[in-house]
């Protein structure tokens, strides 16, 4: 039978930051959906609840009138179920479809990770998270906005000022300060190219927007531009460092790659699910159910913890390692149900086919610099704060 909520109160956010995967572990012995004093939300843990929340968007929605998110991006689709969610879903999709992402963003890609790496390949060493992995990201994702004249430090400080906005819950003058130059400043890049992917049809997020089977007023163009830069940056950028990461710790794993390059996209894959750049986002209980083996009520906040879900040890053997050989299994990195990741095969391309294999060619005896070994910090997004590398010059 189910039973009430229980709590866990003798965590910090600090260790949640620090390395979230132990409390994942203990939650999900605890039950379906657990209270974590410390971050006010109902954590849902195991990988089959989280498929169940899923599929039931009348129960567990996206709609939810308390966002943070609503009030610093404006009402995104993120924030939307139904038909609603559809219809703006549908007027993103042109510019992420496979074909597209092959013939006209791959290309993009490549120039921007060769232009990267051209400017260091002659150093020997590099912190991959400054000099590669963050421009990679923006740069990128500022093309694919159809933005032009944005710097990628400005796009980079926009998304993480944006991103800070969503999560200020005690309503720091300064965060929120931050969030709204944020959102003039996309507001302002917007308004310079709007004309422009008005007038031509183009592969550009803007372009497939503005010319949308919907029309949409030009706050939902706004909110789900600001969407789309909080949340289509830091992850291909924790991504790619993560696979780095992964496939440096792993000499054997990495010379297969390094042999096949194919194996660079499993790589990625798994990186993925190994540490999921998103780790937690939020459901609304929509009214009174039972998830698994918990009550909920009408109104709980429910975290849903991916970066949990692809630790589930019923779903991935040796779970805590990072294994490009493990058998094909579906995992939740990118989400899954209506929401799922519209950036998916962006992210594959760009990382997966592009930037990670070009690392490892441009740059041979390519290994991490210096020992400890990088620190990863984040639960509800999660990747390496630095990465320093180095290679062999000249040889
Ligand atoms: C490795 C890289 C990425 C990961 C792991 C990732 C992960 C996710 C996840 C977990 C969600 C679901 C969130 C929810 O249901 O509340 C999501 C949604 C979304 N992602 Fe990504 N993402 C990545 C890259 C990107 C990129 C590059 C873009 C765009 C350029 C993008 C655009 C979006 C959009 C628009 C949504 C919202 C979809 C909707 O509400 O229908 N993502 N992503």
Known sequence: ?????????????????????????????????????????HLVT????????????????????????????????????????????????????????KTEWRPVFEEIAD??????????EADLFDSFAAP??????SALLGFEGVAWQDLARWSQALMDGVGNYHADPEIDARAREASEGIDAAIEAVLGKHRAERNATI?????????????????????????????????????TVLGLLQNDDQRRQAEANPKLFAKAFEEAVRWVSPIGMYP???ACDTTLGDTVLKEGDQL??????????????????????????????GFGAGPHFCAGTWVARQMVGEVAVPKLFRR???????????????????????????RWTVGG
């Open 1 to 41: 039978m189910a039973s009430a909520v229980q709590t866990v109160s003798d965590v910090t956010i600090e260790e949640m930051m620090a390395d979230p995967y132990p409390v994942f572990d203990r939650v999900r012995d605890i039950g379906s959906a657990v209270w974590l004093d410390c971050a006010a939300i």
């Open 46 to 101: 195991r990988f089959d609840d989280i498929m169940t929340v899923e599929r039931n968007h009348a129960v567990f929605a996206s709609t939810n009138p308390k966002s943070l998110m609503n009030k610093v991006m404006g009402h995104s689709l993120m924030r939307k179920d139904d038909e609603a969610h559809r219809n703006e879903r549908m007027a993103v999709e042109p510019s992420f479809r496979p074909g597209i992402v």
């Open 115 to 124: 232009d990267l790496i051209d400017a260091f390949a002659d150093r020997g």
């Open 136 to 141: 990679m990201a923006s740069r990128a994702l």
């Open 206 to 242: 803007l372009s497939s927007m503005a010319h949308a089977e919907h029309p949409h007023s030009i706050d939902q163009i706004r909110a789900n531009i600001k969407v789309i830069v909080g949340g289509g940056l830091n992850e291909p950028r924790d991504s790619i460092l993560t």
């Open 283 to 285: 459901r609304r209980v």
């Open 303 to 332: 975290g849903i913890c991916v970066g949990a879900a692809n630790r589930d040890p019923s779903r991935f053997d040796g779970a805590n390692d990072f294994d490009i050989n493990r058998p094909k299994v579906q995992h939740l």
């Open 363 to 389: 740059l041979p005896g390519l290994v991490l610099k210096g020992d400890p070994p990088p620190v990863e910090r984040g639960w509800v997004f999660r990747g390496p704060v630095s990465l320093p590398v």
